[in-house]
């Protein structure tokens, strides 16, 4: 199985800030037939079920706003916040989608400061 | 808008079965993977299963497989998860998702349903 791992494990950023969260896969995630990354970006906030925020590593799911972005390839991949809102308070988790099982990280939570 | 809504949950003894269900609306259940991912209380996201469009394919997560059994029908356009032989650590918020078939994210999910397996 692929291991997600994330850091940091939380995280307080002040509003207007940039948030930097990190995801890390035991292996490759990019699938050469289509070079794509087959990594995802959740966001879940209190209560509530997780949201997609990206896909294909970099990919914005539609009606996601443009503070957030995606990067990384192949084992090493981020999720940027440019200017962090109070709405964005949530817990964020990767997950890969290259193999099964599907597998996701153990979550950052974001917090402000 | 599409909809996807579980039920079924509750509280059972260790041991005891439980049939979760997805009802989904507003798209084409029939073209869509499904997934069935599990959230225990205060931890992460845990995916369980999922099944391709006519349901000749499923996959189990380790710790479920041999108890836990995926299924779906398109007529019903719902998706369900018979669970068996239930243990504590089951107890979890369990999410219905759909996968928008590019690949195998999960683009929209209900809002889950709890089992609680205790004595």
């Known amino acids: 199985d692929i291991v997600m791992t994330q850091s940091p494990d939380s995280l307080a950023v002040s509003l207007g800030e940039r948030a930097t969260i990190n995801c890390k896969s035991s292996?490759?995630?990019?699938?050469?037939?289509?070079?794509?990354?087959?990594l995802a970006w959740y966001q879940q906030r209190s209560g509530q079920p997780p949201k997609l925020l990206i896909y294909?590593?970099?990919t914005r799911e539609s009606g996601v706003p443009d503070r957030f972005s995606g990067s990384g390839s192949g084992t090493d991949f981020t999720l940027t916040i440019s200017s962090l809102q109070a709405e964005d308070v949530a817990v964020y988790f990767c997950q890969q989608y290259l193999t099964t099982p599907r597998t996701f990280g153990q979550g950052t939570k974001l917090e402000i400061k | 808008e599409v909809q996807v809504v579980e039920s079924g949950g509750g509280l059972v003894q260790p041991g005891g079965s439980l049939r979760l269900s997805c009802a989904a609306s507003e798209f084409t259940f029939s073209n869509h993977w499904m997934s069935w991912v599990r959230q225990a209380p205060g931890k992460g996201l845990e995916w369980v299963a999922h099944?391709?469009?006519?349901?000749?394919?499923?996959y189990h997560v380790d710790s479920v497989k041999g108890r836990f059994t995926i299924s779906r029908d398109n007529a019903k356009n719902s998706l369900y998860l018979q669970m068996n032989s239930l243990r504590a650590e089951d107890t979890a918020v369990y999410y219905c998702?759909?996968?928008?078939?590019?690949?195998?994210?999960?683009?929209?999910w209900g809002p889950g349903t709890l089992v609680t397996v205790s004595s």
């Open positions: 294909w590593a970099s």
């Open positions: 998702a759909r996968d928008p078939h590019r690949g195998g994210d999960l683009d929209f």
């Open positions: 292996q490759s995630v990019l699938y050469t037939s289509n070079n794509k990354n087959h």
């Open positions: 099944i391709n469009q006519d349901g000749s394919e499923k």
